[in-house]
């Protein structure tokens, strides 16, 4: 059997976790892919999955052979799509991730642009504040704030962020300005995602790093909602830079302790590392580039 064909139909065993779902997946009855499943095993000569009644779930060796499976199927597919678009517009689907407040504010213009310039394209936009596997999850291209782990990802840096601390004016005004970070002590604060009574914020002063941990007087799941309450006088929070930018501009906020701000987080557009590039992530990648980097260049 056609080796890149037996991969495929491990991949989706592998990812259905199921011959009989795999089989629906692929069109294919469930003896043929018991049969391809069969001929690889025997091709490598080393078992791939652990087959009980109620289940199948690959093994330690399978699930080396599934990652690089599903890097070659994406190379293959991508070589495919580069060679047949070489000189063709945009076409077909693409998935894009970044973070909640960062895809809204920063991303998602870039989305309705590249939309308005190729009517053939189709986009799907996952925002969420979880780091998102391209390959496992089907995304072809994503934005991620803060330093990454070494991957076969290709990353292009774009800019850089801080975490801020922010008060409104008017809180300020009536419980005064603290002056280092053990003075946040004495003031009300307002923690985001955070699932402990006691949270730890990190500092650096001439170059020296510290600690200080603090009790929240109000504790949200949301950037959003730390913002309202900011903006609404209540406390003290921690965010980045880019998600309350605009409000210090206005002077809604202020900036606080600035000079103890810990290093800048770095933000890559990243997208899956390939000799072939299709012409939609190509596309787009030059294009979320260009844009971030003028947008973040005013943070």
């Known amino acids: 059997m ?8 491990f991949v989706a065993v592998a990812e259905e ?18 049969r391809a499943i069969a001929a690889l095993e025997a091709r490598l000569k080393v078992k791939l999955l652990n087959r009980s009644t109620r289940f199948v779930r690959v093994t330690e ?6 990652d690089d499976a599903r890097r070659i199927i994406a190379d293959v597919e991508a070589a495919d799509e580069a060679t047949a678009g070489i000189n063709a517009e945009p076409s077909g689907h693409l998935a894009v991730t970044a973070p909640v407040l960062f895809g809204k504010m920063y991303v998602m213009p870039t989305i309705v642009d590249y939309l308005q310039r190729y009517p053939d394209m189709d986009v799907s936009a996952l925002f969420l504040d979880r780091v998102v596997n391209l390959l496992e999850e089907g995304v072809d291209v994503g934005v991620r704030i803060g330093e990454l782990p ?40 307002i923690a985001a995602t955070s699932v402990t009574p006691m949270v730890e914020w990190r500092f650096t002063h001439a ?10 007087r109000l504790t949200v799941s949301s950037n959003d909602a730390a913002i309202a309450a900011s903006l609404a006088g209540l406390g003290i929070s921690r965010l980045l830079s880019y998600q309350v930018n605009a409000h210090f501009q206005s002077g809604e906020l202020t900036r606080l302790l600035q000079d103890h701000e810990a290093a800048a987080l770095p933000v890559h557009v990243v997208h899956r590392e390939s000799r072939y590039a299709s012409a939609k992530v190509r596309s787009f990648v030059d294009l979320i580039v260009t844009q971030l980097r003028e ?5």
């Open 295 to 299: 947008k973040m260049a005013a943070l």
């Open 150 to 189: 070494d991957s076969s990802m290709k990353a292009i840096r774009v800019g850089q962020i801080h975490r801020v601390l922010c008060a409104s004016p008017a809180y300020l005004t009536q419980n005064g300005t603290p002056q280092t970070p053990d003075q946040l002590s004495a003031h009300r604060i």
């Open 2 to 9: 056609d080796r890149l064909h037996l991969m495929t139909v």
């Open 207 to 216: 170059g020296q790093n510290s600690a200080v941990k603090v009790r929240p």
């Open 17 to 34: 976790e199921g011959f009989a779902a795999a089989a629906r997946r692929l069109a294919m009855s469930p003896p043929a892919v018991t």
């Open 61 to 66: 060796a399978g699930q080396r052979y599934l």
